[in-house]
Each structure stands twice: as structure tokens, then as C-alpha cells.
């Protein structure tokens, strides 16, 4: 079974992208969610705790992301550790639903961060989904209600839509008016004849 | 009669018998090709019927002919020219730049005309035949010119007009792409159109997920019109569905704020709890339980003397995917404790 790997940078489109796939009958792994769903395990709490403050948990005592997200996304180094204490978790739930989903020509696993944090490592095709800026920025700040210049800040942190093409195996453009549909027909059927 | 044709090949079998024989082919083939000569080089009429296109036509009208569109066109030719015109090979359309008409108004409409003369010139120029043209016919070509505009409407999916199979429904949001289309039409129709409508009569027994490429319609009956792109495609989620039954405790709703009955302390609600019977998706059946769902009674319905003393059950919230079959009772009584 062939894994795909599924990236873009936030408000590319890639969560539309993978609806698609998902009509397509392919399994997605979306490794974000599940980052979020380890994100409020007590043992990542309390790691949490350590190194971001106690401010970053709410009055609930779940994890409050929106203040994690402004931490984080303005220090390099908070960033990586958060990620190298939540990754590992994920991407061992990843080979669990890898293994249940073993009996499909190909599996699609969506991360923002697929290139940069070395989930790709045993990827065997990368997509990647690209857009301009313009419309990447009013997507995420009309999705996630937030000011422009937090979306800017975090594009500034993520991996440049250059770089992340070029270690592409196949790119959908999701700007302007591209259409999204027959752009991933077109990369099913190259992924269902390998 | 036999005896005389076999002496006859005989004969040919001999010298002088094939040397004759090769001087008749010869005679024959000369005079056929004299024959040919004599027809070839005869001046004949030829009549072309011609279907007139228009090409390049301005996006600003919309086209249609008065009277015929098609040419009835003579040519005077030898059959030598005629051979080597081509025209026998030669589509039966005719192409007219829109640039080549000539405008004019008739009773406050636009008409485009385009005389006999250059027709001809675009004939002699475009097909390169060396034949003589002896008439066309109609001397002149008009069409009408209507104001055309072309808007940006957004594409409109009905989702209540598909059909799916018994216990399939649409499970998430539909990707409709583009979600927008222009429609060039008439400037007169342009305020009845303000959306361009997927077609689902195709769409019939779905059980499965589908990307369909459907053809696109407008909203409203209008003469002329062109959708640009003319179709989209669709993609649809389709999951199979069950029902679940669950017993959910009653919340007030109050100016939108939605509190726990424990807040009203001198309220009750008899009963305290209803049953929300809703129809699932099979993959999220387990998933699915009571605390994702919220029903109340809307603190705005209390009466302090009532005459009788019941209030309806709302659902306030639940997830996603879910479809709400029944809440039992739908209504409840209350007392209010003094």
C-alpha cells in the first residue's frame, strides 16, 4: 500500500483537498486533529505546563490553543519543543490506523507540517497543495475569526510554498480559479496505476 | 459463335495478331482522352449551397438571422478549373468574420448586414478556386443584433432534490466546483437570473461517494443564454444512516444563553428528561452519545399564572451529520414553586 503524503501551508485548501479524496473512497489520517486530540491527553498537559506556563490551560483545565498558538508562533524554539512532545504520540497512532487501513491502494495523511517535522519519512508520494498568499490569509483569518497580521505570523514560521513544491510529487493549485476536482482525479488515477 | 471467338484469340496469340491489338488500346485511350478534353475544357454552372457562420462575433450582441442563413452560391467553370479548385473537397459552411458586417438600425433595432459583393470578395479570397461567380443568393444577409451582458452568478445545489438510496443520505458539506459561473444573456433578462442551478435529475440511487460533473441551468426562463463553464462538478459524501434513540436531560434557554435546569431552582419540569430520536450515520453510531446534544424550553415561554401550564422542547444543539427525527414528549408541564 502506497502512503501519500497530503501538506500546504494553512488556508491552502488542504482540508478540501482531502474531502475529495475522502469521496474518492481513500482513507485520510488527518495528523493535525489528532495532534489536537493528543493535545488535551493529561500527560501532555501537564508537559505543556512545564514549558509554555500555566496560562496556556484554561479555566476547564484543557489546553487553551489560541494562547498556546500566540506562544508559540513567535518562538522558534517553543515551537520545536511543543512539536517534539507531541509528534512522537501521533505518529505512533498513525501506524496503528495505518495498519487497520492496510487493504486500500493508498492512504492520504494530512499535516501542515508533513515536510518540516519529519513526518515525510516514510512517505512514499508528497502532494502538496498550494495557493496565494492573498487568499491563504483571508481564508484562515475568516475560518479561525483572527487578525491578519496572526496569519502572516504564522506563514512566517511555516516552510516557504517554494521550497515545499519542490519535494513535491505532485501540486494542486488551489488559487484563483483553479478547480480542485479534476486536478485530484487526475493525481487518483496516477496514484491508483502505481 | 464460339468457333469465331476462339479463332479471335487465336488470332491475338499471334505477331501481328498482339501488334493490332496494342494499336487499338492505343486508338481507344487517345480518343477517351480527346473526349475528356473536349468535356473538361466546356464551361459549366455550378450551384454551392453554403450554411453561413459567424465567427469572432462581438460579446456585446447576441445573434440571430432574419430571414435565411444559408448562401446560394453559382459558379461558372471549366471542369479543368473545377478539378483543381478543390472545391468538391471543400466543407459546405462558410465562415464570416463579424468584423466584415456593416451595422445599421431598423425600426430601433440593431441589424448587421453584409451585401453580395463581399461575399463574393471573401470567397475569391478564402477559397482560392479560380471560379467565376455568377450570383449569390440572397443579395444581402441580415441578422439582429441584441444587447447581450454577461454577469457572475453563484452555482446553487439543491441538496433536497437528490435521491439516494433507502437508509443513504449526504453525510458532511458538498464541494461544488466552481462555485461561481458567468452567464452571458440578454440585456433585458439580466435582473431575472441570479443563479446558475446544477442539474440533479441524473442523480438517482446514490449509495456511495460520487464526484459527478453536472450541467448547469438557469433560474429563471430567459431566451438566450450561455453559462461559461457550462457545467460543474460535485462532490458528494454519501453514508449510510441509522436511527439512535437517547435520553437527554431539558435545559432553559434564556436570551440565548443556555443554563442547566439546577439554575432555576423554583422551576420543575415534568418530565426532566426527553427522548431525541435521531437518524445517525452507521460509521459515527457509537461515536454519537446524549451530552453532545442540547434541548431546552425557552425561559420567554414561562407564564407565572398559566392557563395550562406546558412548554414546548427545542433542539438547541448537536453534531454534526445528524438528522432529528422526534423529541418525546415535545412538550412538557412545569410548575413553579413559590
Known amino acids: ?194 | 459463335m464460339k468457333i469465331r471467338l476462339k479463332k479471335l484469340f487465336n488470332s491475338l496469340k499471334s505477331k501481328d495478331g498482339k501488334r493490332a491489338l496494342s494499336v487499338f488500346i492505343i486508338c481507344l485511350m487517345c480518343s477517351f482522352m480527346f473526349w475528356l478534353f473536349i468535356k473538361l475544357s466546356r464551361q459549366n454552372l455550378i450551384q454551392y449551397n453554403y450554411i453561413v457562420k459567424i465567427t469572432n462575433i462581438s460579446k456585446d450582441y447576441f445573434i440571430s438571422p432574419i430571414g435565411k442563413s444559408e448562401l446560394q452560391v453559382k459558379y461558372r467553370t471549366t471542369g479543368v478549373k473545377f478539378l483543381f479548385s478543390g472545391m468538391y473537397t471543400t466543407s459546405d459552411e462558410i465562415k464570416i468574420d463579424f468584423s466584415q458586417f456593416l451595422r445599421t438600425r431598423k425600426s430601433g433595432e440593431t441589424r448587421f448586414y453584409i451585401t453580395s459583393q463581399r461575399i463574393e470578395q471573401l470567397l475569391f479570397a478564402d477559397a482560392s478556386n479560380n471560379l467565376e461567380v455568377v450570383s449569390i443568393w440572397p443579395d444581402t444577409l441580415f441578422f439582429s443584433a441584441k444587447r447581450a451582458v454577461e454577469k457572475k452568478v453563484p452555482v446553487f445545489f439543491d441538496k433536497s432534490k437528490v435521491e439516494y438510496s433507502p437508509g443513504f443520505k449526504l453525510y458532511g458539506d458538498l464541494i461544488i466546483e466552481p462555485d461561481s459561473v458567468f452567464v452571458r444573456l440578454l440585456e433585458s433578462d439580466a435582473m431575472k437570473v441570479d443563479a446558475a442551478i446544477a442539474d440533479t435529475k441524473s442523480i438517482k440511487g446514490l449509495e456511495k461517494n460520487a464526484i459527478l460533473t453536472l450541467p448547469l441551468i438557469l433560474d429563471a426562463d430567459v431566451s438566450r443564454f450561455e453559462i461559461s463553464p457550462k457545467s460543474v462538478n460535485v462532490a458528494i459524501a454519501v453514508e449510510k444512516y441509522t436511527e439512535k434513540s437517547f435520553d437527554v436531560d431539558i435545559a432553559v434557554l434564556c436570551n440565548g444563553e443556555v443554563y442547566d435546569i439546577e439554575d432555576f431552582p423554583e422551576l420543575r419540569l415534568l418530565p426532566a428528561k426527553v427522548s431525541v430520536n435521531v437518524v445517525v450515520a452507521l460509521k459515527d453510531y457509537n461515536n454519537i452519545t446524549p451530552d453532545m446534544f442540547v434541548v431546552a424550553v425557552d425561559c420567554n415561554d414561562f407564564s407565572p399564572h398559566p392557563k395550562t401550564p406546558r412548554m414546548s422542547v427545542s433542539l438547541i444543539s448537536q453534531p454534526e451529520n445528524i438528522f432529528l427525527n422526534s423529541i418525546t414528549p415535545e412538550k412538557v408541564d412545569y410548575l413553579i414553586l413559590k
Not at chain 1, 473512497?25 to 489536537?36: R, S, W
Not at chain 1, 489546553?63 to 508559540?72: F, G, L, N, Y
Not at chain 1, 492496510?102 to 495557493?131: C, M, N, Q, R, W
Request: aromatic share 6%; net charge neutral; with cysteine.
Open chain 1, 1 to 194: 500500500m502506497l502512503k501519500v503524503g497530503l501538506t500546504g501551508n494553512i488556508g491552502s485548501g488542504k482540508t478540501t483537498v482531502c474531502k475529495v479524496f475522502e469521496t474518492l473512497g481513500v482513507p485520510v489520517f488527518y495528523a493535525d486533529d489528532e495532534a489536537k486530540k493528543v493535545l488535551n491527553s493529561q500527560v501532555i498537559i501537564n508537559k505543556l505546563i512545564e514549558f509554555l506556563g500555566e496560562d496556556v490551560i484554561d479555566a476547564a483545565g484543557k489546553p487553551d490553543r489560541a494562547k498556546i498558538a500566540s506562544k508559540v508562533f513567535k518562538d522558534k524554539q517553543l515551537l520545536d519543543k511543543l512539536n517534539n512532545t507531541i509528534h512522537p504520540v501521533v505518529i505512533e497512532n498513525y501506524n496503528i490506523w495505518l495498519k487497520a487501513n492496510s487493504h486500500f491502494p493508498y492512504t492520504v495523511k494530512e499535516a501542515a507540517i508533513l515536510l518540516e517535522s519529519g513526518y515525510s519519512k516514510d512517505i512514499d508520494k508528497i502532494i502538496v497543495v498550494v495557493s496565494d498568499e492573498k487568499t491563504m490569509i483571508e481564508r484562515v483569518s475568516k475560518r479561525d475569526n483572527v487578525r491578519e497580521e496572526d496569519v502572516l505570523n504564522r506563514l512566517k514560521n511555516q516552510m516557504l510554498q517554494e521550497e515545499k513544491v519542490k519535494m513535491a510529487d505532485f501540486v494542486i493549485n488551489n488559487s484563483g480559479n483553479n478547480m480542485l476536482i479534476p486536478q485530484i482525479l487526475n493525481i487518483h488515477e496516477s496514484l491508483c496505476k502505481i
